[in-house]
Nanobody, 126 residues
């Protein structure tokens, strides 16, 4: 069974930074797409950015506008989301998700991600 666990959320002031972590265990396939999605209050969940096992990254440019970066420690099965220049509209529950890779690059279609974490709250104050 696959387990996905996020950590690192919290309260930060506008302009500040946070780094989220996601540990994935029990995923036995050699290929993967893993990444970050978020759901702001009153809004639908949206994709933030995803990465495959080759390190190829896909971002929702409109959502992050160059402020976020994704990295991974494959040996530790851990994914990171570094968030800089945070704004109040980044306030959301951030979810980590994992799934099989069907093409060389991953995309942000949520239905392709079978395994989800419980989410971690990020709150950005003025």
């Amino acid at each position: 069974q696959v387990y996905v666990a996020e950590s690192g959320g919290g309260l930060v002031q506008s302009g500040g930074s946070l780094r989220l972590s996601c540990r994935v265990s029990g995923y036995d396939y050699p290929d993967y797409c893993m990444g970050w999605f978020r759901q702001a209050p009153g809004k639908e969940r949206e994709g933030v950015g995803v990465i495959n096992e080759h390190g190829s990254i896909t971002f929702d440019d409109d959502a992050v506008q160059g402020r976020f970066t994704i990295s991974q420690d494959s040996a530790q099965n851990t994914l990171f989301l570094q968030m800089n220049s945070l704004r109040p509209d980044d306030t959301a529950i951030y979810y980590c998700a994992a799934g099989r890779r069907y093409y060389y690059t991953c995309d942000l279609q949520q239905q392709k991600y079978r395994h989800w974490g419980q989410g971690t709250q990020v709150t950005v104050s003025l």
